[in-house]
């Protein structure tokens, strides 16, 4: 059965560094999302990409992230210069129309 | 604004009760809402999704039930396991201040479910 993956699974950095997390969503699907949970907190909502551009972006979604799907299959989430309230898990998701999103395992991230 | 409430926040049951979690929004002019399952330290897995035009959808020992009007879904857990444990999480697509959706989801808290043999 298709799924979303992500790497790396855990990455940790230095805060003021720059992070790439990387997504494969789904072949077939059209949109694509970056939510987030924050340890012990509810997932948040990032970003939203169709057709090629940014479709919806939440206040968290400042100057210091960018989502770019580089070529067919990839879909990444940068971070330019991160901070320690960065730290948490970055998921991935996709879908196709109306239908169910499907998540990634995820990416944890720690800004130390 | 999408806002999405789950209780109970925590749930302990022996194993083979039937048990019901709920989820609230305020919205309720969603297309459809959807049932995860998160285990500790791990993604999401999609359990159902209920369309608005569906009131009830099924799988295996799991029953989702949607109702727009009062803004509520249940999720209905039968013959429960000890490999339920789990955060069930509901999540209901929310759009933009333009009232254009794509797609993003809003999520409840969830409910820590632990089934003990």
């Known amino acids: 059965e298709p799924e979303v993956t992500q790497t790396p699974s855990h990455q940790v950095t230095q805060m003021g560094q720059e992070v790439i997390l990387r997504c494969v969503p789904i072949?077939?699907?059209?949109?694509f999302y970056w939510y987030r949970q924050i340890l012990g907190q509810k997932v948040e909502f990032l970003v939203s990409?169709?057709?090629?551009?940014?479709?919806?972006k939440s206040e968290i979604f400042d100057d210091q992230f960018s989502v770019e799907r580089p070529d067919g299959s990839n879909f990444t989430l940068k971070i330019r210069s991160t901070k320690l309230e960065d730290s948490a898990m970055y998921f991935c998701a996709s879908r196709q129309t109306y239908y169910e999103q499907y998540f990634g395992p995820g990416t944890r991230l720690t800004v130390t | 604004k999408q806002e999405v409430t789950q209780i109970p926040a925590a749930l302990s049951v022996p194993e083979g009760e039937n048990l019901v979690l709920n989820c609230s929004f305020t919205?309720?002019?969603?297309?459809?809402l959807q049932w995860f399952r998160q285990d500790p330290g791990k993604g999401l897995t999609s359990l159902l999704l209920i369309q608005s035009s569906q009131r009830e959808q099924t799988s295996g020992r799991l029953n989702a039930s949607l109702d727009k009007s009062s803004g509520r879904s249940t999720l209905y857990i039968a013959a429960s396991q000890p490999g339920d444990s789990a955060t069930y999480l509901c999540?209901?697509?929310?759009?933009?201040?333009?009232?254009?959706?794509?797609?993003?989801?809003?999520f409840g808290q969830g409910t820590i479910l632990t089934v003990h043999p």
């Open positions: 999540a209901a697509p929310t759009p933009n201040a333009g009232g254009t959706s794509y797609g993003k989801l809003t």
């Open positions: 990409f169709y057709n090629n551009e940014i479709s919806e």
């Open positions: 072949s077939n699907h059209l949109y």
């Open positions: 919205d309720s002019a969603i297309y459809n």
